[in-house]
Structures are given as C-alpha cells and as structure tokens.
DNA sequence: ACTTATTGAGTGAGCGTTCAATCAACAAGG
DNA sequence: CCTTGTTGATTGAACGCTCACTCAATAAGT
C-alpha cells in the first residue's frame, strides 16, 4: 500500500500532527480525497502502519534464534539482528519513537516490544548465570536494557543526529558494545584486580 | 516566565505540533493574545525555552568536576549528576527528545549536547587509558555512548513507557550500570578466563 | 451495467496571529 | 490633592489560512 510507505517516511520527518493528508497525498500523486477511500481517518492510517509494521514477531522471532556456542556470539548475532530490523522497519521505527511522545496506542505498542526484548534476553542471561558463566551479581534487566539502549540510541543517532553526532557503524557498535559489556573496561592485570576485589 | 513553563510541560506531553496557543494560554489563565505581547510567533516560544533551560553549561560543568578518586567513583558521580539534571529539566528533556523528529534546530541543540558529553567523558577514558587503569583495547566512545544511552533510555522510559516498561530506581541503575561497564558480565573465574583469552 | 477508483470543490472547525479597546499603575504638572 | 498623560498588560473579536473530512460527479475496470 503506497498511502501506507509514503504516511510512514512523513510521519517521521514531520511527525503526525506535522503531516497533513494534503502531504501524504502529494507523495503519493493522488488526491486527498482518494485517502478518505481507504482509511477512515488519519490516526486510521498511523494505526495501519503500526499493525502492518509490527515489530513484536519480528523481535520475538530474532529473540528464539537458538543461542550460538558462545555468549559473546549469540550477543553479537543478536545485535546485528536488531539492529537489522530496525533498518528494515527505519521509518517505522524512526516515527514511533517521536511519536511515543503523544501517542498512549504508540507508547503501548513501544513499550510491549521492549518488555518482550527485556523478558527474552533476561531468560537467556539468567540460564547463562545459572552454568556459572556470568556474574552471579549481574543484573540481567540492567544489562538488557543497557545491551538494547546502545543499539537504539546508535541507530537513532545514526538516522536522526547526524551530521551532529557521528555515526557509529554497526559493525564497530556491535564489536564494541559486546566486548564493553561481557568484559568490561577496566584493565585485567595486577593492580586492578586488586582494586576490583576490595571493591567486592 | 509562566507562558515558558506551561508550553514546556504541553509541548512535552502533546508535541508542538499538537499544542495549540490556545492551549498555552488557558494553561497561563491568560487570554491567547498575550501570548504574542511576550513572544513574536509559536517558534519564538520554543526557541526561548530551548535558550533558558539550556542543558549545555550544566552539561559541560558537570562534567569539568575534578574526578574522584577511583574511575568507578567518578563514573558513578556523574550518571548521578546527569539524571538529576534531566529530572530537573524533565518536561525540556522530554519535549526535546520528541521533537527532535520534525526540528532541525532541536536536532541541533541536541547533538551539540551530546557531543560535549561524549568528548568530554572520552578525554577522561583517555587518561584513564594511559594511566593503565582501563584495557587498550576500550573504545572510549562507546563507552561513553553506552554509559549515557542506558541513562538517557532510562531516564525516558521511566517517564514515558511506564507502565509499560518497569521503572528501574536511579540508585539501582547507576549502580549496575557502573559495574557492568567496568567489570564487565563474564564470569572472572577458572573456565571464563580461559575462554576469554582464546578470544583475544 | 455495475463496481471500484479517483477527483476537486466545498464545509466547518481549528489554528496562529493581529489589533482596537480597555484597564491598571505610575509619573508629572497644576 | 487632583488631573492628565504615558506605558505596559490584557482582552476578546476578528482575520486569513490550513486542516481533516465529505460527497457528487466522473473515469476506469470488469
């Protein structure tokens, strides 16, 4: 549905109330009337896409990807996952995140696709905790959120800040925010790990 | 200023877009054409308001605070810093954030903000770095784009997507991020350490 | 012939903004 | 003390424009 593309690159350049049906028409090379054929109303559109452009079974697809050797790995190919729906679905979701701002359906939706990432990847931290190969004080929820924040804030930066803040490609996001988060960044040898040891 | 304080909470909850004068008016008890004694055009009140509650000194003095004593001491002083910041500018925050979208100037502002932030917490990784307090191979950018996305995120979530999205305590977030990115998730012990030898 | 797609004019509401009129406070002059 | 003048604050009606949406008429497809 051309209405649909087209409402959705508006939306999140001009954000909703930005955007008029005269726009949307416009790039579609239609009449505004010709909207009113399909769609209800405005908001009928924006509620198409996020039904159209859902993000959940996606996410959940990405997050049932049996788990590679290695937590390093599975880490990385889920980065690299994430953030390739998110470059599928740029638009979407580029508009969503103004829009949460808003929009009580969009925040809802928002929030479900996050929760769902957070319970998903928590399962998986946990039974990595549970074989003695995390933390035992590591706190999952922090760590997920922290592991999903990076990758949206760099995409967002990526799409919406540039050429104010500079982009960051995936490739090195995702090398480093890994290694960041299972290692650390404190310096292994002698002294620091005596410091890490008083601190704990 | 009343007219910038009430614009800042209905922009921040509405849009600009989605925020009418006479909105900001009633919200003023005032009548809408007062609005324009003070203030030349809409824009103009965005604009004003950007300029009072601007975020970058505050940024840039926090951050010119003299370290502590340890990196995790510092780190976990400044994430303290930042959310209370934010919380003091709550409602410019989050108007800022939504629209960022659809405003290039906000982009701007923005950006300009979060580029002090990551050049100044880099230069203090860098240090850090020579010192041999952090590991070589640490990309300082992102860590500090790591460190202030799981902030950032949080901050909006916890006023944006809650209910949705479970509020996580300040205290409880800037405790476990700080140690996340320090110490990392892996496990220090016997099997973990070999592991992460083989990967470097 | 019938159905679907499409148009463009029109509608009423809402919007940002203007402005003449009014009011209140204060200062200056008689 | 009273009156007049000035200035800033405030109002609400009005203006021109935009907007989402409607709909009769026309075109296109089957």
Redesign the pocket.
């Known amino acids: 549905m051309q209405i649909v593309e087209a409402a959705a690159k508006l939306f999140s350049e001009k954000g909703f109330?930005g955007?008029?049906?005269?726009?949307i028409?416009e790039a579609c090379?239609?009449?505004?009337?010709?909207?009113?054929?399909y769609f209800?109303?405005?908001?009928?559109i924006l509620r198409a896409l996020i039904e159209q452009k859902a993000f959940l079974p996606k996410m959940a697809e990405i997050l049932k990807t049996p788990p590679k050797a290695t937590v390093e790995e599975t880490l990385t190919e889920l980065a690299y996952a994430m953030w390739e729906m998110l470059e599928e679905r740029r638009e979407m979701a580029l508009m969503m995140h103004g829009e949460m701002q808003r929009n009580p359906e969009v925040v809802k939706v928002i929030g479900r696709v996050i929760r769902t990432g957070i319970r998903l990847l928590s399962e998986y931290l946990n039974a990595q905790k549970s074989e003695g190969k995390l933390r035992d004080d590591l706190d999952p929820e922090i760590f997920v959120r922290t592991f999903w924040g990076a990758i949206f804030e760099s995409f967002f930066a990526h799409h919406k800040l540039s050429p104010f803040v500079r982009r960051i490609p995936p490739k090195r996001l995702v090398q480093g925010l890994v290694r960041l988060l299972l290692y650390g960044a404190i310096n292994p040898p002698n002294q620091s790990e005596l410091k890490g040891e008083s601190k704990r």
């Open positions: 109330d955007t008029s049906i005269d726009d028409a090379g239609v009449a505004p009337g010709l909207i009113y054929h209800d109303s405005k908001a009928d």
